[in-house]
């Protein structure tokens, strides 16, 4: 593996968690607004932002998992068990 891509790798894995969380935050924030003032946030509004921050959330939670496997995996055929 390149140094450039153990590089993109771990910048993968170090920010694809906290964004993730955050577009989970929204996802409950947009929710809420709806149910708060549905008046000013009609369903179908809400729904196509809840539903975007949670697709975002799922592919930043993927790409997460995809790094740490990568990075695990590099490590293993680096350094095989004796």
Same mark, same amino acid.
């Given at each position: 593996?390149? =140094? $450039? $891509? &153990?590089?993109? +790798? !771990?910048?993968?894995?170090?920010? #694809?968690?906290?964004? #993730? @969380?955050? *577009? ?10 709806? *149910? @708060?003032?549905?008046? $000013? !946030?009609?369903?179908? =509004? *809400? @729904?196509?932002?809840?539903?975007? #921050? ?7 939670? +993927? ?6 496997? #990568?990075?695990? &995996?590099?490590?293993? $055929?680096?350094?095989? @068990?004796?």
């Amino acid at each position: 593996m390149t =140094k $450039r $891509r &153990k590089i993109l +790798l !771990w910048v993968g894995l170090i920010l #694809s968690l906290p964004l #993730s @969380a955050y *577009a989970g935050l929204c996802v409950v924030f947009y929710a809420w607004m709806n *149910a @708060a003032e549905p008046e $000013r !946030w009609p369903s179908e =509004k *809400a @729904a196509i932002w809840v539903y975007s #921050s949670l697709t975002l959330a799922c592919c930043l939670f +993927l790409l997460f998992c995809y790094c740490l496997v #990568s990075l695990i &995996k590099n490590q293993n $055929r680096e350094n095989p @068990a004796e």
